[in-house]
């Protein structure tokens, strides 16, 4: 590609943020619970790092007593070596099998903490990113963090250890040569510092690409047959080959500045190790030291420049999950304007449903210049079915988000049964409410737990009886297992009206003292949409029940009628009341039915 697409916003906004490795530190409230896995991993992994340092002794013995007399001596070092290549084996898979559990049971932890955040973000949250990029980071990023506590950091300890452990016995073995041997590190440490950076940068980018990739691809797969329906394939597999690519490049650029360092690196390291085993072979020929202590040191020297090379490696790991982290962190962090109160008031028992809006404002977040509600004072009372009225973007679906406190006004108040919803748990007033979406959402399990959904606890025949008062029994029977049968991702397997059904035994078998129920019907045929009605009705008697519709035979029996237009409330009433002061609700209604009006 000529020219390198911009990286998504996120990486842009916070590259500055991409310099250290101390974002890993954030990992550390998840690892605290585990200190004993961890102590056992840490005295693990030190007894096989010492014990790898003492192999090099034994084999200098060995090399030392090949031109002894005393083969009984020879067969002891022998045997010593063996011995100490089986403690190693013993501890290393010890120091795996604990270091490996610490880091499935931590990432295992952050997914879930992860999880139980996003899924209680208010929509606000999911107006500024994408479900599929949420999803990316649970999984993409996790994993990249299971890596590195589950091998990186272990190994990164081990080959620190075999380091300093191996440059003090080079010291000790031959100072002359462990001195040549120091000149080399800072040659080592520079490119690894300088370059490092740079990593971290990349390994950032790459990640939110595949982030932003994850998104499109999810988005267009959850509206697979709108894509098809408007031949928009080639479109989208631009797009997300677009994407790809880009993710592609960026990945490039982090292996080839790693393969670089690398290089770099190794190419030091096994030099100074090459002049240095040159010095000391005529140290051997002069008789300054011994052909096994030469040896011992060449491994020592050999362990330690694999340290400092596997050092560098996972320098580069440490750097992509220092990246995963970070975005990890970003969920964990975000402040969520809607939240629950610090000291919660409590609803009175029982609960009444009188919900009251007081001069309430309210813009949405991605929509700022536009007012959804403007100045909306209205009581609903205890057990009064009202309908919203009015075009599209009034601000009826509104009402019902901001009842369900999606959203917080930006002025005035909602209350209910008297208690501003602020200062109440946002589950304990919703647990009191049912509702039909305007979009029902049918989850991938069978019809049978699809209804439950409104309430766990419901028995077989409670599910049944909801599904009948729905008029969904009839083809749910009809399906091929029954209520048992699976109806498919979004319940694909299901026509539209089929899935309202679902959705309205859901809310009725919730039995909750406050029903809101949006454009419920309006998937509907006129004889399904006849019994739902009367289920409607019955179910609507002693609660609170709001409708929001645009048919408006579907409110033509509310107790009260209102009017919304542009955000504000124009008129209230009933239908007849409404049809003769003539206005919108009137013109509304010319358009929907002019023959039963002409006829009332």
Known sequence: MADTPTPPHSATEERERSRRIGALGALVPFLRPYRLLMFAALVALVATAMISLALPLAVRRVVDTFNSEEAALLDQ????????????AVGSALRYALVTRLGERVVADIRKATFDRVISMSPVFYERIMTGEVLSRITTDTTLILSVIGSSISIALRHFLTFVGGLALMLLTSAKLAGLVLLIVPAVVLPILFLGRRLRVLSRENQDWIAASSGNASESLSAVQTVQAFTHEAASRAQFAQMTESSFYAARRRIRTRAFLTTIVIFLVFSGVVGVLWIGAHDVRNGAMTVGALVQFLIYAVMVAGAVAALSE??????????????????????????????????????????????????????????????????????????????????????????????????????????????????????????????????????????????????????????????????????????????????????????????????????????LLDEATSALDAESERAVQAAVEDLSAGRTTLIVAHRLATVKKADRIVVLEAGRIVDTGTHDDLVAKGGLYARLARLQFTDGIAAE
């Open 314 to 515: 996972i320098w580069s790991e440490l750097q992509r999950a220092a990246g995963a982290t970070e975005r990890l962190v970003d969920l964990l962090e975000t402040v969520d304007p809607v939240n629950d109160p610090e000291a919660a008031q409590t609803l009175p028992e029982p609960v009444q449903g009188h919900i009251c809006f007081e001069d309430v404002n309210f813009r949405y977040p991605a929509r700022p210049d536009v007012s959804a509600l403007d100045g909306v004072s209205l009581e609903i009372k205890p057990g009064e079915t009202v309908a919203f009225v009015g075009p599209s973007g009034a601000g009826k679906t509104t009402i019902i988000q901001m009842i369900l406190r999606f959203y917080d006004p930006q002025s005035g108040r909602i209350t209910f049964d008297g208690i501003d919803l602020r200062d109440l748990k946002r589950d304990a007033f919703r647990r009191q409410i049912a509702i039909v979406p305007q979009d029902p959402v049918i989850f991938a399990a069978s019809a049978r737990e699809n209804i439950r959904f409104g309430r766990p606890d419901a028995t077989d025949a409670e599910i049944e009886s909801a599904a009948r008062a729905a008029a969904a029994h009839d083809f749910i029977a009809a399906l091929p297992e029954g209520y048992d049968s699976y109806l498919g991702e979004r319940g694909v397997m299901l026509s539209g009206g089929q899935k309202q059904r679902i959705a309205i035994a859901r809310a009725i078998l919730r039995a909750a003292p406050v029903l």
């Open 77 to 88: 070092y022998f045997m010593a070596a063996l011995a100490i290549a089986g403690l190693l």
